[in-house]
Structure formats: C-alpha cells, structure tokens
C-alpha cells in the first residue's frame, strides 16, 4: 500500500478504540529556554509509554486470523516490543520479540512481563535475528518502522496534534529508522503544509542527515549513544522517499544536549521523558534549528521509559 492520508485515517479508526488520545500540553516555563512558545505532545503517557502502540497495533490488527494463530516476530531497541508485547497479550497473539543486547533493562523487564518471548543479539543483527526466527516459527514480522501500514498506525499522532493545536507553526520529531517521522511528516504535509517538520537524530548517528545528503538510504558506523530508542544505523528503505518528501530539515544532536533536553524537561516543564525524547528540546537547545519567540513549536515526546540509572547521569549535566 502507499501511505496516504487516507490510510492514516482508516488506522486511527482501527486502532482509536485501544490506544489514549495523549495531551498536548502547554510548557510556558520553557518559552525562555528555548525561544519559542513550547509545546508537548505527550506520548509518554500512552499505554505503553511510548507511541509504538499505535503503529504495532495497527499493523497486527490488520493481519489475517491465519497470520495471528502463527504469531508475530518482532525486531525492536525497545518500546517496540513493548507495544507488540501488549498488543499480543490483549489479542491472544505469540510473540517473540529480538533485542540488542543494549536494551535498557527497564524495557527488557516489560517486554518479558507481558508474556513476549525475548531473543538478544549484537544490535547491528537484530533485522537479521528476526528473520531467522521468523522463518523458524512460520510467524509473521511486525517491523519497527520499514513497513506502511506500522508508520499509518504512528501517523495518527499527527492528527491528534493538529485537532489539539491548529495553530503550531513547527514540530519537532525524534528520528531512527523513520517510521514515526514518516507517518507524522505525510500526515501533516497533507492536512496543514505550512506548518513545519524537523526530524532530531543523534550526532552519534547521522542516518537520515547523511542519506539525505546523498539522495538515498546510507549506513552510518555503529556508534553508542544515550538515546537507546534511535539507533538505527540506516533508514528504512520503504520510511526514506516519505521522510525526504514531506520533512523540512535534520538536526544531529550531541550526547550533552540531549541529556539537557530531557534535564530541562523535567526540571522546568515537570514531564518525565527517556532519553530519546529530549532530543528535539536538545536541538533547539544546541542552536540547531530556527526558531522564533512567536513560532508554536511542537516537541513530540515519544516515550517515557527511563530507568533511575539513566536519570542519576543527569546530575552531573548543566544547564
């Protein structure tokens, strides 16, 4: 299928009587920070913690009988398999869900409590892992983000957003492998293509910076990173064409302001995020993205899985 604003709006009629409209709220506290008239919209508060929900769900609700009584396998840094592990366990649905062996063990923990079955490997391995154990178990993948039906399912946010708050001027999205920047991009290029879409990836990990450079998905060296939700090291074949049709611009943001973003967060904004999620208040922060006192600007806050080992490294950060 190709992603279309209709295929979005069928998704959020598939998915909308399992999922929270999550909040946009209102973050006046951080106006002089960052420049803007800042805003949240609150994907930590999803049913699983993150906006994966509604692309997994999405996409196995929209497998055949036959394809659920064999199962699902999944390939994830994390809230992925989250996602498909509540999914699964609410639909009465097998899952398998490969990790790196870097996952954060908060993550792990859930994935495992939900019923899911967990198989680890090296990161740089994890789509290859998936495959095999897919084959093995005659099941059928849910993809993380490479796919159009999960990123429909991850556009629907966009909808939400631009019915909570029609007048934003900008929005900025965490990005890995595209999924959730695709779906909302195309979204909200259809619906309102004034407003504008940043994507913010990690300086460690400049896949979509560097692809877009070169007209096509290219590899990035394998790098550690503290946002654990965004470390592909390629975009998603299928996610690229839709991410360099429909965003604005790409910020690579350093380890330190990252680890601001989310530090300013949740000191002044009073909004506990992972990681991963302070990276579009870090690239303002950084000086990475043009943003003025009038703009409305959006900061799309994916998750909120975060361990107490990751919150005591933010002591030792200024801001």
Not at 88 to 94: F, N
Not at 181 to 186: E, H, K, L, N, W
Not at 204 to 220: E, F, H, I, N
């Amino acid at each position: 299928m190709a992603l279309t604003l209709h295929e979005i709006e069928i998704a959020r009629e598939r998915i909308s009587p399992h999922i929270l409209q999550t909040p946009i709220l209102r973050l006046n506290t951080l106006d002089k920070r960052l420049g803007c008239e800042v805003f949240a919209k609150l994907e930590c508060m999803q049913i699983t913690g993150s906006f994966k929900l509604r692309g997994a769900l999405n996409k196995i609700l929209s497998l055949t009988q036959a394809e659920r009584k064999r199962g699902i396998v999944a390939t994830s840094s994390g809230n992925h398999g989250k996602a498909i592990a509540y999914a699964a366990k609410m639909l009465g649905v097998k899952a398998t869900v490969v990790l790196p062996y870097t996952a954060a063990k908060i993550k792990v923990d859930t994935i495992r409590e939900w019923g899911a079955e967990i198989v680890q490997c090296d990161a740089s391995e994890r789509f290859e892992c998936a495959e095999r154990v897919c084959r093995e178990q005659s099941a059928t993948l849910v993809p993380p983000f490479n796919d159009e039906t999960v990123m429909a399912g991850q556009g629907t946010a966009a909808l939400e957003i631009m019915e909570q708050c029609p007048e934003l001027s900008a929005i900025i999205v965490p990005a890995s492998g595209g999924g959730l920047i695709g779906g909302i991009a195309t979204a909200i290029k259809t619906v309102a293509p004034q407003v504008l879409v940043y994507g913010a990836e990690p300086a460690a990990l400049p896949r979509y910076s560097a692809s877009l450079k070169a007209g096509k998905p290219v590899p990035v060296e394998k790098k550690d990173t503290i946002a654990d939700g965004l470390i592909a090291q390629i975009p998603g074949s299928i996610c690229f064409p839709y991410v360099a049709a429909h965003t604005d611009a790409f910020a690579g943001v350093e380890e330190e302001y990252i680890l601001k973003g989310m530090k300013l967060l949740l000191l002044e904004g009073k909004i506990l995020c992972e990681p991963s999620s302070g990276i579009g208040i870090g690239a303002v922060l950084q000086g990475l993205l043009p943003v003025k006192r009038t703009d409305k600007v959006c900061f799309f806050i994916s998750g909120g899985s975060v361990s107490l080992e990751q919150l005591r490294i933010l002591e030792g950060i200024a801001l």
